[in-house]
């Protein structure tokens, strides 16, 4: 037997472990600053609710893990996390609208492995179910947005509206039955290139024509910004289109909000559950091409499921692995372990068992030596884990009521008694 970790997964030693903690720690004072609570759901769904043609589609049916139980129950590890939320509304239907709530957890498909692609990774989520307005969309973006100051890391917000690119396609004559198709294909555009969708939509049946009449609607004007691409261009094309209309006043709430977007006309999302709003992030000055960040609006799944009424919902997904990626490329901090102090006791034990849990219970994070190592063996076991403090406990400290606390980056030592050691290492 040959120990090897799976393909497409990966372990994350403690130093690692920390960063990514730090990271989901800092995202999640965001979403509970703006009112979002904690919600979880199994790691595993009934197969039919994830094959739901209300779910995620064929294509994301391709990369998921399906398995049966020893009831012969078909089930299937979850491959994103909205729709196990929506499936939580559906069986809850007393829940409070607006429902908001995040989720961080695993999730899990099986498709082709790339240098930032994994086949397990952690997704964490916003969405807020109950809201039609454009309030909710332009409340995650600007989440979104503290979001990753607060990380420190520069980003671009594109946004796009599905029903504005559905009329884009329809007016160069692809058909309601064709849209899903070719906006799995236009979904691809910043992975494979315009050739790649040329290919693959020929692939597909569509002739030249057509294909060079999708690409070229999808940029209508690339000079122009934003503001002038929407107010100008598209508002000539599409005075009547709900989708405009929708970008227009989201883009109006941005701005109250003082949060930078950049409008995309081609931006897809390809899941076939999204209906308005979509947005993708993407990084600046960074080897993370690949979007970080991604979501939009489904207001039609949870009904679909129930089987009646309208639940308007939108959310968005936070990829941690390739958000530690892009975070330990520009933050070179290592940070081994998680304690304060290291206790090393001389010749008592006992005494520095009792200081130890005394410690603890003013939340301080401490490490003991449990195996009698000498002091100089301690130092150099804290030097190599990066311990910021070293606490020797020796009988001659004790008779004076006192202990000996080194610091291991300057070198300096201080005797402290009790009540100035804790009110140190609170503060330190």
Same mark, same amino acid.
């Given at each position: 037997m040959k120990l090897q970790i799976p393909k497409g997964t990966r372990d994350f030693k403690p130093e690692e472990?920390?960063?990514?903690?730090?990271?989901?720690? =800092?995202?999640?004072?965001?979403?509970?600053? /703006?009112?979002?609570?904690?919600?979880? =759901?199994?790691?595993?769904?009934?197969?039919?609710i994830l094959a739901s043609k209300y779910a995620g589609g064929d294509e994301i049916l391709k990369e998921t893990f399906k398995f049966k139980d020893q009831g012969k129950r078909e089930l299937a590890l979850r491959y994103d996390l909205t729709v196990p939320m929506c499936?939580?509304?559906?069986t809850n239907p007393?829940?409070?609208?607006?429902?908001?709530? /995040?989720?961080v957890g695993e999730v899990f498909r099986d498709g082709p492995v790339e240098r930032t692609r994994y086949r397990q990774f952690t997704q964490c989520d916003v969405d807020v179910?109950?809201?039609?307005?454009? =309030?909710?969309?332009?409340?995650?973006?600007?989440?979104?947005?503290r979001a990753f100051k607060k990380l420190g890391l520069e980003v671009v917000i594109k946004v796009n509206n599905r029903k504005l690119l559905d009329d884009l396609l329809e007016s160069v004559g692809v058909k309601k039955n064709e849209l899903e198709t070719v906006i799995l294909s236009i979904d691809k555009l910043n992975k494979i290139g315009k050739e790649g969708v040329k290919k693959e939509l020929k692939e597909k049946g569509f002739c030249k024509k057509r294909i060079d009449n999708i690409l070229v609607t999808l940029y209508p004007s690339p000079a122009g910004s934003s503001e002038r691409l929407i107010n100008k261009t598209l508002t000539k094309l599409f005075p009547k289109s709900e989708g405009l209309k929708e970008i227009k006043e989201l883009f109006s709430l941005l701005k109250i909000l003082n949060v930078n977007v950049?409008?995309?006309?081609?931006?897809a999302r390809g899941l076939s559950y999204y209906t308005g709003t979509v947005i993708e992030v993407f990084l600046k000055n960074s080897n993370v091409k690949t979007s970080i960040c991604a979501g939009g609006r489904y207001d039609n799944m949870i009904g679909n499921f129930i089987g009646k009424g309208i639940y308007p919902a939108i959310g968005i997904s936070f990829g941690l692995d390739r958000i530690y990626d892009a975070y330990v490329e520009k933050n070179k901090e290592e940070q081994k372990t998680v304690t304060k102090v290291y206790i090393a006791p001389i010749g008592t034990f006992n005494e520095s068992l009792k200081i130890a849990?005394?410690?603890?219970?003013?939340?301080?994070?401490?490490?003991?030596?449990? =195996?009698?190592?000498?002091?100089?063996?301690?130092?150099? /076991?804290?030097n190599s884990l990066g311990i910021p403090y070293v606490l020797f406990v020796g009988e001659d400290e004790l008779k004076q009521g006192k202990v000996k606390l080194k610091d291991m980056k300057s070198g300096e030592e201080k005797l402290m008694n009790p009540e100035e050691l804790v009110v140190f290492l609170q503060e330190g």
């Open positions: 472990a920390i960063i990514r903690d730090k990271i989901v720690s =800092t995202l999640k004072d965001v979403f509970e600053v /703006y009112g979002y609570s904690p919600l979880d =759901t199994p790691a595993f769904e009934k197969f039919d499936r939580f509304v559906g007393n829940v409070k609208m607006p429902f908001k709530r /995040y989720q179910v109950g809201i039609k307005d454009m =309030t909710a969309d332009a409340e995650i973006i600007a989440l979104t947005a950049e409008f995309d006309v081609s931006l849990e005394e410690l603890r219970n003013e939340n301080v994070k401490v490490d003991i030596d449990l =195996t009698g190592k000498g002091p100089s063996k301690n130092l150099k /076991y804290a």
